[in-house]
C-alpha cells in the first residue's frame, strides 16, 4: 500500500511540477492527488498500522468527540478500527488545513479591496529615477519590505505591475522581474505573514511573529543583498519609460478613499500578529477581523453611491476576484501530504535523512534546494510531519531546525521559476521562459540563497 501511495505522489508531484510543460493546472494534479492517495490509504486500512486495539484506546481517550465509541469498544469490531482512524485522521488535517485556506482568503480580499482603491499607487507612482541601478535597489528593496507585509505572491504581483509603468524594453523588464521574484521570496521568509510556508510554521505553534522576524530579517536581507551586489557592478545605463501611460491608469486620483484603504488594509495585516499574542486565538480569526474591519471602511467611504458605482469597490467583487486556484491548490497539497503523514511514510523519510546526511543543518540546506525543484509548500508540510515540536533543543519552538527551514524553504524556491508561488505568477505576468530563467536569474538566487544561510548559521552559533 505505502508504495502505491508514494507512486501517486510523486506522480502528482510531477505534475504540479512541470505545470506549464505539461499543460495541466496543477491544483487539478493536487486535487486528484490528494483524493487516490486518501482513497488508496482507507481502502487498505485494514493493513494499517495502527489496527490494535490498545494503540486505538489510547487514541480515543484524546478525543473528547469519540467518547461514545470508546465507552462502546466491546460492540466494535476489530477491522472497523482501521477505518476510524484514517477518518478521524483525515478530519485533524481537514481542521488544519482550513485554517490556513480561510487566514489566506482574507488576506488576500484585504489585498484586492486596497488594489481596487488604487491604494500602491500612492506608493509606487513616487518613483522617478531612470538610472538602471539605481532602479533596481528601489524596486527590490520596496519589494522586500512590501512582502512580508502583503505576501510574497501579492507583492510581486503589484510590483510586476509597477514595472509595466516604468520599463519600456520587453527583455529589460523581464530581468527586473526575475530579481523582483528574488526580493519577494526573501522579504516573505522573514514574516509571519510573508510567505506560505511560514504562514504555515506559525499558525501551527512551530515559530512565533516577533522571534521569526528578529532572526530571520538579517540572513534574507543578505540573501537579497548579494546579488544586487554583484549586479551594481555590471549594470549600466538608464531605463527608458514607456512612451505613453495608458489613460485608464490615470484616473485613481479621483478613487475616493485611496489613502484610507491603503492604511487600513496594511494596518489589518500587521495586527493580525498582535491580536494572536493578545487574544490567544487562531491567527485567522485576527485576519477575519481585519478583512470585516476593511469591508465595514470600503462601504462606508462609498455609502453615497448606487450600487452599480459601488459594484467595483465591494468586498463581493474583490472575492471575485483573488486567486481561488491557488487556495484550493494548497488545500489538495496539503491534505496529500496529510495522507502520507497518518501512513507514518514521512517519519521514515526523516530517519533516512537523519541517517544519510548526519548533519541537520544540512538536511534544511537540502529541503531548501529542493524547494526549487517543487512547489515548497508540500516540502514544509512534509518536514512538519517528519519532525516533532520537542519542548527544548533545535526542534523546540522558534528552534533552529524551523526558524532555519523558514529561511531556506521561503528562499530556496527562488533558484528556479517553478519553485514558489511568486516565481510562477511572474512566469506568467512576463511570459518567462524557463530555460531563460535558469541561465540569467537562477545562479543569483543561489549565491544569494548560500550567503543568507551562511549568515543565519553564524548568527545562530556565535551570536
Known sequence: ME??????????????AFEHPIKINKTASAILTAVLCWTVFVLNSDHATFSSIGSYLEFVKEQEALNSVRDGMEKVEKEEIPLLFVEEGLLKH??????????????????????????????????????????????????????????????SIVMVSLLRKLIKDPMQRKFYAGV??????????????GDVTTTMLW?????????????LI??????????????????????????????EDKGYENINGSK????????????????????????????????????????????????????????????????????????????AIGALGEMGILKKLATWLEESIGNIDIVVITIGALSAIVDNVPLVAGAMEMYDLAPAGDFAKDGKFWQFLAYCAGTGGSMLIIGSAA????????????GWYI?????????????????????????
Open 423 to 434: 516565481g510562477v505568477a511572474v512566469m506568467g505576468m512576463e511570459k518567462i521562459e524557463f
Open 94 to 155: 481537514l481542521a488544519e488545513t482550513a485554517e490556513i485556506l480561510f487566514f489566506l482568503m482574507a488576506a488576500m480580499t484585504i489585498v484586492e479591496l486596497v488594489d481596487a482603491h488604487e491604494g500602491f499607487r500612492i506608493i509606487t507612482d513616487r518613483i522617478k529615477t531612470t538610472n538602471a541601478v539605481s532602479l533596481l535597489w528601489i524596486i527590490s528593496l520596496i519589494t522586500f519590505f512590501l512582502s512580508p507585509i502583503l505576501d510574497n505572491l501579492t507583492a
Open 260 to 335: 484610507t484603504m491603503l492604511v487600513t488594509g496594511i494596518s489589518a495585516l500587521i495586527f493580525v500578529p498582535i491580536f494572536k499574542t493578545l487574544t490567544h486565538l487562531p491567527p485567522y480569526m485576527g485576519m477575519m477581523l481585519g478583512l470585516s474591519v476593511v469591508w465595514l471602511i470600503s462601504e462606508i467611504i462609498h455609502s453615497d453611491k448606487d450600487e452599480e458605482e459601488r459594484k467595483p469597490f465591494t468586498a463581493a467583487k474583490a472575492l471575485s476576484r483573488i486567486d481561488t486556484a491557488s487556495i484550493l491548490f494548497f488545500f489538495g497539497i496539503l491534505i
Open 180 to 193: 523582483v521574484i528574488i526580493a519577494a521570496n526573501a522579504g516573505g521568509a522573514w514574516s509571519p505573514m
Open 203 to 215: 499558525l501551527k505553534d512551530f515559530i512565533s511573529a516577533g522571534s521569526i522576524i528578529i532572526t
Open 3 to 16: 508504495n502505491i501511495v508514494i507512486i501517486i505522489f510523486v506522480i502528482g508531484y510531477l505534475a504540479i
Open 439 to 463: 541561465k540569467r536569474i537562477s545562479w543569483l538566487a543561489l549565491i544569494g540563497y548560500l550567503a543568507g544561510a551562511g549568515t543565519y548559521l553564524l548568527e545562530f552559533y556565535f551570536l
Open 218 to 247: 538579517l540572513p534574507s536581507l543578505v540573501s537579497l543583498v548579494v546579488p544586487l551586489a554583484y549586479l551594481s557592478f555590471t549594470m549600466k545605463g538608464e531605463i527608458e519609460r514607456p512612451d505613453v501611460v495608458a489613460t
